[in-house]
Nanobody, 116 residues
Framework: QVELVESGGGLVQAGGSLRLHCTAF????????MGWYRQAPGKQREVVAV???????NYAVSVKGRFTISRDNALNTVYLQMTSLKPEDTAVYYC??????????WGQGTQVTVSS
């Protein structure tokens, strides 16, 4: 059983910054891709940023240049540094881990609210 534990969400004013953390716990083999997704009220879940085990990153166009994803493979932890936050970044942010076995796991979500 694998559990993803997220932290770092909260309320911030527009233009501010937040850093999200997500750590995978439990018995596991190697993690392939880790990523962050978000879901705003009334909208579908969308990808924010993903990072492979080798460090290759991809970002949604809407966050490119403002958000940075990174990971610590030894700690099975992925981070999302968010800067220049906008009200439209308000959403529940979910961590995802995809293992080389193909299995995928999700965190419980952490709320990010950006006030104007």
């Amino acid at each position: 059983q694998v559990e993803l534990v997220e932290s770092g969400g909260g309320l911030v004013q527009a233009g501010g910054s937040l850093r999200l953390h997500c750590t995978a716990f439990g018995s596991m083999l190697s993690i392939n891709t880790m990523g962050w997704y978000r879901q705003a009220p009334g909208k579908q879940r969308e990808v924010v940023a993903v990072i492979t085990g080798g460090g290759t990153t991809n970002y949604a166009v809407s966050v490119k240049g403002r958000f940075t994803i990174s990971r610590d493979n030894a700690l099975n932890t992925v981070y999302l540094q968010m800067t220049s936050l906008k009200p439209e970044d308000t959403a529940v942010y979910y961590c995802n881990a995809v293992f080389y076995s193909g299995r995928s796991y999700w965190g419980q979500g952490t709320q990010v609210t950006v006030s104007s």
